[in-house]
């Protein structure tokens, strides 16, 4: 099981709650969210929400505000292991490493359990390829039927 808390050197990823959720889907703000957050992707990774499970979504808070969310799609399936992870940021904290960091961070607590990861982009995302390839995505598996980019992230060998 991965780590309820997870942190970086810039970076808190804390669980979204079940009231969180209720407010996000609700439009309602909370003081603690940058005026931009949450995105709709946000809102849409909401429904992945279930209080004490670690493999949902969590906001990425940088200083005292959130600015976007990380987490998986479920817990990881299959043998070996894998779980898909999405995230995203507001305009704000883009182009300043914090996808990258946030992803890192994640990713710590899958290679310390075994779990390989698989991401989803845009095939003209510049940015999110960058990001999944700074990271250890390089496993390319195609598209899907959405006709976004599927990359893997091998377990690190010990």
Not at 15 to 40: C, E, K, S
Request: aromatic share 6%; hydrophobic share 40%; net charge neutral.
């Amino acid at each position: 099981m991965i780590a309820e808390r997870l942190a970086s050197e810039r970076l808190r990823l804390i669980l979204v709650t079940a009231a969180d959720a209720a407010d996000m889907r609700a439009g309602r703000r909370q003081d603690r969210w940058h005026p931009d957050y949450p995105r709709q992707d946000d809102v849409d990774a909401a429904v992945f929400v279930r209080d004490g499970n670690p493999w949902g979504p969590r906001h990425v808070v940088l200083g005292m505000q959130a600015v976007g969310s990380i987490g998986f799609f479920g817990p990881p399936e299959g043998d070996p292991p894998e779980v898909e992870v999405g995230y995203g940021l507001v305009a704000d904290a883009r182009g300043r490493g914090v996808a990258t960091e946030a992803l890192r961070c994640v990713l710590a607590e899958t290679d310390r359990v075994g779990v390989r990861v698989r991401a989803r982009t845009e095939p003209g995302n510049r940015a999110g390829v960058r990001v999944l390839a700074k990271a250890g995505f390089t496993d390319l598996r195609g598209s899907d039927d959405e006709g976004l980019l599927v990359m893997a992230r091998p377990v690190p060998r010990a």
